[in-house]
């Protein structure tokens, strides 16, 4: 018989919190060493910018000790329990993981962004600590609890996918067609991975598990596939990369650094798919706790980092007076035109719209005023030190859509987020003169670089919803939709599509 290996319960809880710690701070290597690929191999000039820009706030990152994006994640665990383990405590495993969460998420030197809401169909109460994790537990034979940590970003979690096809459905083709369609609200270049068979949850749980399998394309193309998944593998990396979307969707050669698929048996009458999305913030560690304390990882090594030209980042940028900034100012703006901003901006995203749409149902007054204002789509990460902001990169802009003409409406001028906005929003876009700016998702240090002061204005109990007031200066962005209703989400991947 197997010896029984006692793991304590608080080791497991320090485990998971320095290995959160860790993750929100550090890219993993390999997906590093992709990126700075891309960047090399990359032709689209505003495609090799924003990856410039993610390399370099990830540097920044690791270098300041402060998360890679404002959007630390939702913490999801697989663990894998020996069955030859007694776990000492009087907490259950999913509990030990929750209190790891709890702490990593409150560090006083290095808070992370809690993004957990409960009562998800009504309240929407942010749970202040980003509890709880979703944690999945198998046991296996063997004397050690294996633990897959990861904190995925919403945005990407928002486009995972799932269909269940007919037996002789082409799985490629259905990955294809869907990846084409879901925008850049994914942060692109990331991972695209395909679970396929098993029941519907069975194939979700597959596609997230294969996430965070090491990042070995390159490694695939060079020796050549040895079986019918790694061909699969290898058509599905060439042509979502042929479909031009690029980085942020801008246009471009890299979508994907690399392409999962993994697979289980299924009913003769199934086809479970289902297609998980990484973005940028490719955020993931394993850690095997033997009953020996609590498990640390090695920070990687600060050359694992590429130079980046920072004169080829601001080349040909306009400088923008946000505080004397009109309509008329905007209408020789072109998509693809890069621009750096400097004055004030209001901030406010989803709970921030709602909540303005409420008020104005009930005829009462905002405590602020849009007129002739720009909004910028983020929740920060709350400051440390000397910081007037933490991380702030963008959020997804598509979800502020419902919202568009009641903003435009109260005299917004310009509005800045990531990824596409739908057709409607950018006809009203148009057609109120105003337009949509957009910052790199997935550098978010950087753009917190470019905020010189933040105020609470209001909505304080939203958190990191709440609506506050930044002064940027140079802070950098691309016109994604101009005064004529061009949009370079369909411009840049209709140039670079192969
Ligand atoms: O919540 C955020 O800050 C960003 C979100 O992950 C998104 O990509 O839209």
């Given at each position: 018989m197997m010896p029984i290996t006692t793991i304590r319960g608080p080791d497991i809880t320090e485990t998971v919190r320095a290995a959160l710690q860790f993750i929100a701070v550090y890219h993993t290597p390999d997906y590093l060493r992709q990126l700075t690929l891309a960047y090399q191999n990359e032709q689209s000039p505003a495609a090799r910018s924003a990856i410039g820009q993610i390399l370099e706030s990830s540097r920044l990152a690791a270098t300041g000790n402060r998360p890679m994006c404002q959007d630390t994640g939702m913490v999801t665990v697989f663990a894998k329990v020996g069955q030859s383990v007694v776990i000492d405590g009087d907490k259950s495993l999913a509990d030990y993981v929750n209190d790891g969460v709890r702490q990593a998420y409150l560090d006083v030197g290095n808070p992370l962004r809690a993004s957990m809401v409960a009562d998800p169909i009504f309240a929407r109460r942010n749970t202040r600590d980003n509890t709880p994790a979703v944690t999945h537990v198998e046991t296996c034979v063997g004397d050690t609890i294996?633990?897959?940590?990861?904190?995925?970003?919403?945005?990407?979690?928002?486009?995972?996918r799932y269909t269940m096809l007919n037996p002789a459905a082409s799985v490629a083709d259905w990955v294809v067609g869907t990846v084409e369609k879901l925008g850049a609200g994914w942060c692109p270049p990331g991972l695209i991975s395909v679970g396929v068979g098993g029941s519907a949850e069975k194939a979700m749980l597959l596609a997230k598990r294969a996430l965070m399998d090491e990042i070995d394309m390159g490694e695939l193309q060079q020796r050549g596939p040895s079986s019918k998944e790694e061909e699969l593998r290898l058509e599905l990396f060439e042509r979502i990369n042929a479909l031009g979307i690029g980085a942020q969707g801008l246009g471009g050669l890299t979508t994907v650094v690399d392409v999962k698929v993994a697979s289980y048996p299924t009913h003769a009458a199934s086809k479970p798919v289902a297609l998980m999305p990484q973005c940028a913030a490719n955020r993931h560690a394993k850690v095997t706790l033997r009953g020996e304390g609590p498990v640390y990882l090695?920070?990687?090594?600060?050359?694992?980092w590429p130079e980046i030209d920072r004169s080829e980042g601001t080349a040909g940028m306009h400088r923008i007076d946000l505080d004397s900034l009109t309509r008329n100012d905007m209408q020789n703006w072109k998509p693809g035109d890069r621009l750096l901003l400097s004055g004030k901006i209001l901030t406010g995203r989803d709970a921030a719209h709602k909540r303005i749409a409420d008020m104005l149902s009930r005829g009462e007054p905002l405590p602020f005023s849009l007129k002739d204002r720009v909004i910028y789509y983020v929740g920060p990460v709350d400051p440390v030190g000397d910081e007037v902001v933490g991380p702030a990169g963008p959020t997804t802009s598509t979800r502020m859509d419902a919202y568009t003409q009641m903003m435009l409406d109260q005299g917004i001028l310009s509005m800045i987020g990531k990824a596409e906005r739908g057709p409607d929003s950018t006809e009203r876009i148009a057609k109120a003169g105003a337009t949509y700016l957009i910052a790199v998702g997935?550098?978010?240090v950087l753009v917190s670089k470019a905020i010189t002061s933040a105020r609470l204005i209001a909505f304080e109990d939203l958190g990191m919803e709440a609506v506050r007031e930044f002064e940027v200066r140079n802070m950098p962005v691309t016109v994604a939709v101009d005064g004529s209703g061009q949009s370079i989400h369909l411009?840049?991947?209709?140039?670079w599509r192969r």
């Open positions: 294996e633990l897959l940590i990861a904190a995925k970003g919403g945005g990407s979690e928002n486009k995972a090695d920070p990687p090594d600060l050359d694992l997935g550098a978010a411009l840049g991947p209709a140039r």
